[in-house]
């Protein structure tokens, strides 16, 4: 054999191990890559977090979640399989999270007691939901805006409510008129359709490889719980249920047990295995409490922290927006 052509062959049989994309925000999702390491299942981790792969083709497959407050630097991703011991870097970039203040009915930010059982009923609920066996994807087509609209809120934003109760976004707030269609962002099956005091009318969808859906502050609900739905079909229809000041949907992500950022699942082409490194975010402006209309709901497990960011470490609806 020509050496150039049995050069080529080996460099493609090496094991290997890449990431999806190469510079990641915190809050970000990371699809990790490891070929070259025969039908073994690698094990593996990205900054010390465990990943559980899938079976893609010739490779597997696992989708990381960074936590929110993951440092600007670098991060290491470690595999092993098929005795290939296997490194690779991913750079962290500054997220420079957006600032907003807030004004919220007294009853949103601090809940009575009457309403306290419902609300610990609600998360019961979000964390009965959560809790599906790992499988792989049950989808093949990248994910998709549950609807092409303006933004008022995106994942990460500071807000201060009332003027005294700081709060984390953990989710992209979607605007447009009551009664605006909502669309399932991939294929999947309904886990969850619950009125909630918070969240209003709300979908979760599961969509294996430990990822989930959720949309909040539904006017009206379209599928049912253990219903199979395409990419693209509507689930419901924007509305203002729950705490909001407007008509919006909130959407979030949930992977691997942790509130991510959900454009970074929009970013990534998992057909090609690929997604586009994310740059710094440029310096925030402060919005006035006017300039945001649609205040939305964050995890449950996630209490109003004292300082800046905390962890997203569930995917409940919780007393901040």
Do not use: C
């Not at 990431?19 to 070259?36: F, H």
């Amino acid at each position: 054999m020509p050496l150039a052509p049995l050069l080529a062959l080996l460099a493609a049989a090496a094991p290997s191990l890449t990431l999806a994309p190469e510079a990641a925000r915190p809050g970000d999702a990371v699809l990790v890559r490891v070929a070259g390491t025969g039908r073994e299942a690698p094990r593996g981790t990205l900054g010390g977090r465990p990943l559980t792969f899938w079976r893609a083709g010739a490779e597997w497959r696992a989708l990381a979640a960074l936590p929110i407050e993951t440092p600007a630097g670098e991060l290491p991703a470690e595999a092993e399989a098929g005795g290939a011991a296997l490194r690779a870097t991913l750079r962290i970039v500054e997220p420079r999270f957006a600032s907003r203040a807030l004004t919220l009915a007294p009853k949103y930010v601090e809940p009575p007691e009457a309403v306290k059982a419902r609300i610990a009923a609600d998360r019961k609920a979000f964390a009965d939901a959560y809790a599906r066996p790992f499988e792989p994807p049950a989808f093949a087509r990248p994910f998709a805006l549950p609807r092409r609209a303006p933004t008022s809120g995106r994942y990460g934003d500071q807000r201060v409510l009332n003027g005294e109760k700081p709060s984390v976004h953990y989710g992209l707030d979607l605007t447009g008129p009551r009664g605006a269609p909502v669309a399932a962002a991939n294929a999947g099956r309904v886990v969850l359709v619950r009125d909630a005091y918070l969240s209003g009318r709300s979908v979760v969808l599961w969509h294996g490889a430990g990822i989930y859906t959720l949309y909040f502050h539904l006017d009206r609900v379209d599928v049912r719980a253990g219903q199979v739905v395409r990419r693209g079909q509507r689930i419901g229809r924007l509305g203002s249920t729950g705490r909001s000041t407007g008509p919006h949907l909130h959407w979030s992500v949930r992977v691997d047990g942790l509130l991510v950022d959900p454009e970074s699942l929009v970013a990534i082409d998992f057909a090609r295995g690929v997604a586009p490194a994310r740059a710094p975010a440029p310096a925030p402006a402060v919005a006035s409490p006017a300039a945001v209309p649609t205040p939305t709901p964050a995890p449950a497990a996630v209490a109003a922290p004292a300082t800046p960011i905390a962890p997203a470490a569930a995917g409940t609806p919780a007393a901040q927006p």
